[in-house]
């Protein structure tokens, strides 16, 4: 009985803080590397917070914004037009992005790219403030330089 009082308190516990995870998006996988200064620096801030990276279509990812599928995206700043948010302006440059197995993704091209990162509307997740908290405070760091 007491397995089963604890299994149902952690579900109990997990029911009120439902949004555990932040879902960020990258129309090109290759600039997931290049914001990796930025996902580090939050993962020390909120250690308790799984980050989910995806791939997605730059014609998808409005729609995905919309529904709540997503929290944040990073895309070219045409592909966004769609999005109400005007999102934030960022310079990122493709990077090397090492996925879990250790495999390294080396982009063909690391030039700089104009990108806009966008956060849902329609997310009640706490943890896209403090992203964009953290992804501001980098900006102003990196435009000081």
């Known amino acids: ?6 299994f149902l308190e952690s579900n109990r516990q997990a029911g009120e803080n439902p949004q555990k995870a932040l879902r960020i998006a990258f129309e090109n996988p290759a600039l997931a590397g290049g914001a990796e200064d930025i996902i580090r620096e939050f993962s020390k801030a909120e250690p308790d917070c799984e980050i989910i990276i995806y791939s997605v279509r730059s014609e998808d990812i409005p729609k995905k914004l ?4 997503l929290d944040i995206a990073f895309a070219d700043e045409a592909s966004l037009d769609g999005c ?22 080396q982009p063909g091209d690391t030039a700089k790219v104009r990108a806009r990162a966008v956060t849902s ?7 896209i403030g403090a992203f964009s908290r953290i992804l501001s405070r980098y900006l102003k760091n990196v435009s000081a330089k």
């Open 1 to 6: 009985m007491k397995r089963l009082d604890a």
């Open 66 to 69: 919309e529904f709540g599928e």
């Open 121 to 127: 509307q329609n997310s009640n997740n706490p943890y």
């Open 84 to 105: 109400g948010d005007a999102g934030i302006p960022v310079l990122l440059t493709a990077g090397k992005l090492t996925t879990a197995g250790g495999i390294s993704i």
